[in-house]
T-cell receptor, first 113, second 112 residues
Framework: DAGITQSPRYKITETGRQVTLMCHQT?????MFWYRQDLGHGLRLIYY???????DKGEVPDGYVVSRSKTENFPLTLESATRSQTSVYFC????????????FGPGTRLTVT | GQQLNQSPQSMFIQEGEDVSMNCTSS?????WLWYKQDPGEGPVLLIA?????ELTSNGRLTAQFGITRKDSFLNISASIPSDVGIYFC????????????FGKGTKLSVKP
């Protein structure tokens, strides 16, 4: 009965490396989302997915790649990490309409050195 | 683009006091949500509002969906130390099928 989990919780990587952040939900929610949270900017949407194999860009998608081959998983990949991608990343899931409520994971704190 | 203006940015209150915060926009929304985030955790949904004028309570928390559909308010009555955290408003982005936009948060500190 984990709900929504993220791994790793903390990650330090070097500039230029590829990093994948994992997100898994057990609710069978159709929608999944990736946000980044930075001081002064609040929560900003990176990518979202309405269903398996359907993904779309959010507000800040540059430098990120997503995939969703299974309903329960929504990995986020930084293809070549940059210092500006140092942030806390949150995954969320939801049912979409009519409630549009989203439920968040515990977050991954990523530091790019 | 659509933006939510949340105020105040921070509040320092005494335990037992009531708290009010709000979120305004120049855009009209059909759904408003309020979240709370504890340090080191993800945001947790507190209250969801779906109808203009709607007033919904969750324990000591009460939220209202503004009549103009451009604002929402959250009140916390008789604050306690565990109310400490950051409160975010969120609204459903127009034309989207689930994308929320978030306010920048109100940081609440409670002095015992």
């Amino acid at each position: 009965d984990a709900g929504i989990t993220q791994s790793p919780r903390y990650k330090i990587t070097e500039t230029g490396r590829q990093v994948t952040l994992m997100c898994h939900q057990t609710w069978s929610h159709s929608y999944m989302f990736w946000y980044r949270q930075d001081l002064g900017h609040g929560l900003r949407l990176i990518y979202y997915s309405a269903a398996a194999d359907i993904t779309d860009k959010g507000e800040v998608p540059d430098g990120y790649v997503v995939s969703r081959s299974k309903t329960e998983n929504f990995p986020l990949t930084l293809e070549s990490a940059t210092r500006s991608q140092t942030s806390v990343y949150f995954c969320a899931s939801g049912t979409g309409g009519p409630s549009y409520e989203q439920y968040f994971g515990p977050g991954t704190r990523l530091t790019v050195t | 683009g659509q933006q939510l203006n949340q105020s105040p940015q921070s509040m320092f209150i005494q335990e037992g006091e009531d708290v009010s915060m709000n979120c305004t926009s120049s855009s009209i929304f059909n759904t408003w949500l309020w979240y709370k985030q504890d340090p080191g955790e993800g945001p947790v949904l507190l209250i969801a509002l779906y109808k203009a004028g709607e007033l919904t309570s969750n324990g000591r928390l009460t939220a209202q969906f503004g009549i103009t559909r451009k604002d929402s308010f959250l009140n916390i009555s008789a604050s306690i130390p565990s109310d400490v955290g950051i409160y975010f408003c969120a609204a459903l982005r127009s034309g989207s099928q689930g994308n929320l936009i978030f306010g920048k948060g109100t940081k609440l500190s409670v002095k015992p």
